[in-house]
Antibody, heavy 120, light 110 residues
Framework: QVTLKESGPALVKPTQTLTLTCTFSGFSLTTRGMRVNWVRQPPRRALEWLARIDWDGDKFYSTSLKTRLTISKDTSKNQVVLIMTNMDPADTGTYYC????????????WGQGTTVTVSS | QSVLTQPPSVSGTPGQRVTISCSGTNSNIGSNTVNWYQQLPGTAPKLLIYLDDERPSGVPDRFSGSKSGTSASLGISGLQSEDGADYYCATWDESLNVVVFGGGTSLTVL
């Protein structure tokens, strides 16, 4: 059974750095074609893609957020970490990680999401 | 403003068929396969359609996907009250090297 679960602080202050961890099971990020994405959703708004890391270490970032994001993986721990710097109240929302099992496939399994509020 | 364009809302009565459109460009829909996601209120998105028109195991065949040129569509036939949700299209954009989502369409079953 494939599962993903996001973890991180529920509340961060403006200008602080957010670190989110996606812990997964049931698959390996060393499998050819495997990818993990981060997607967020502000309250009552649309989904927004943030970043992706591939089985071979390739990384891709949202154009508008690339200067603030860093994605990494620890295959021994089955974890993917997303770091977002200089947090702003506009970054408040639910953050999801999701698996893609191969090129051109969709995000077939999602975590439950973790809610992050940015407020002083 | 989203790269992919969807209607903000659609509605239908039980048993009807509705379609949700998703418009893009040559660098995204025109070059890559489209995926559709269903998001029920308060839950994580769920993959509904992948590779333009494939259904994951467990997704009813009432849901269908199609693509032509730079546009894609999600069809839902035999509408049921439980289909009331937000629906998103998504694909890869070759020019930007990013995943792009549509703005989402809220389906109301009257």
């Amino acid at each position: 059974q494939v599962t993903l679960k996001e973890s991180g602080p529920a509340l961060v202050k403006p200008t602080q750095t957010l670190t989110l961890t996606c812990t997964f099971s049931g698959f390996s990020l060393t499998t050819r074609g495997m990818r993990v994405n981060w997607v967020r959703q502000p309250p009552r708004r649309a989904l927004e893609w943030l970043a992706r890391i591939d089985w071979d270490g390739d990384k891709f970032y949202s154009t508008s957020l690339k200067t603030r994001l860093t994605i990494s993986k620890d295959t021994s721990k089955n974890q993917v970490v997303l770091i977002m710097t200089n947090m702003d109240p506009a970054d408040t929302g639910t953050y999801y990680c999701a698996r893609v099992p191969g090129e051109h496939y969709g995000m077939d399994v999602w975590g439950q999401g973790t809610t992050v509020t940015v407020s002083s | 403003q989203s790269v992919l364009t969807q209607p903000p809302s659609v509605s239908g009565t039980p048993g009807q068929r509705v379609t949700i459109s998703c418009s893009g460009t040559n660098s995204n829909i025109g070059s890559n396969t489209v995926n559709w996601y269903q998001q029920l209120p308060g839950t994580a998105p769920k993959l509904l359609i992948y590779l333009d028109d494939e259904r994951p195991s467990g997704v009813p065949d009432r849901f269908s996907g199609s693509k032509s040129g730079t546009s894609a569509s999600l069809g839902i036939s035999g509408l049921q009250s439980e289909d009331g949700a937000d629906y998103y299209c998504a694909t890869w954009d070759e020019s930007l090297n990013v995943v792009v989502f549509g703005g989402g369409t809220s389906l109301t079953v009257l």
